[in-house]
């Protein structure tokens, strides 16, 4: 079935240490996004990449990084710098091009810093 | 940048119709997309609105006025079911996607 896979689903991480959340998709498409959302607020967009080895920042990548090596894929890695990472981290594809269209979200990283 | 305003909470019983408003800035506009979010879970998609109007999807309409950046989302005969959150989404130039805050919603027997 087509889909996004997201790994781990729940992540627990020491202070000071940098985490890799996977994302893959065989949906074909090629915009990818990443948020993260905090309990009971929106989704807050931290990178995007529209195309194979291109990717934007969003509106909060201080402390995040990404690659975008293959169309299927669009690792999200949270680093030490990220002062409050604890969230729920969500990646997403899209249909269409120009921001429209429909996004598809996979079931989401939650991630927890001790 | 882009900034979108929705109602935090909304409460209402089964079988009322409940609209949920929004209002945005952005530069290079391409459209307003709708979501719901379940606790625990991701969103799923429900419309998507590029050009003015109403646009129609089972008891969920989404509607759209790009000269007023303005737009809502009607739920018609709430079922108990339609209690989660409900956010909307902003379009603009290079595939840039930007959520509101949420609205949750809570239906009542």
């Known amino acids: 079935d087509g889909g996004i896979t997201q790994s781990p689903k729940y992540l627990f991480r020491k202070e000071g240490q940098n985490v890799t959340l996977s994302c893959e998709q065989n949906?074909?498409?090629?915009?990818m996004y990443w948020y993260r959302q905090d309990p009971g607020q929106g989704l807050r967009l931290i990178y995007y990449s529209q195309i194979v080895n291109d990717f934007q920042k969003g509106d909060i990548a201080e402390g995040y990084s990404v690659s975008r090596e293959k169309k299927e894929s669009f690792p999200l890695t949270v680093t030490s710098a990220q002062k409050n990472p604890t969230a729920f981290y969500l990646c997403a594809t899209i249909t269409g091009t120009g921001g429209s269209g429909e996004l598809f979200f996979g079931e989401g990283s939650r991630l927890t810093v001790l | 940048g882009q900034s979108l305003e929705q109602p935090s909470e909304v409460t209402a019983v089964e079988g009322a119709i409940v609209q949920i408003n929004c209002t945005y800035q952005t530069s290079g506009f391409y459209g307003l997309s709708w979501y719901q979010q379940h606790d625990g879970g991701a969103p799923t998609f429900l419309s998507y609105?590029?050009?003015?109007g109403l646009e129609e999807t089972g008891r969920f309409s989404s509607f759209l006025s790009r000269s007023d950046s303005y737009g809502y989302l009607l739920l018609q005969e709430l079922q108990m079911k339609d209690s989660a959150s409900y956010f909307c989404?902003?379009?603009?130039?290079?595939?840039?996607?930007?959520f509101g805050g949420g609205t949750r919603v809570l239906v009542k027997p």
């Open positions: 989404a902003v379009g603009a130039a290079g595939n840039k996607l930007t």
């Open positions: 609105n590029a050009l003015d």
């Open positions: 949906l074909n498409h090629d915009a």
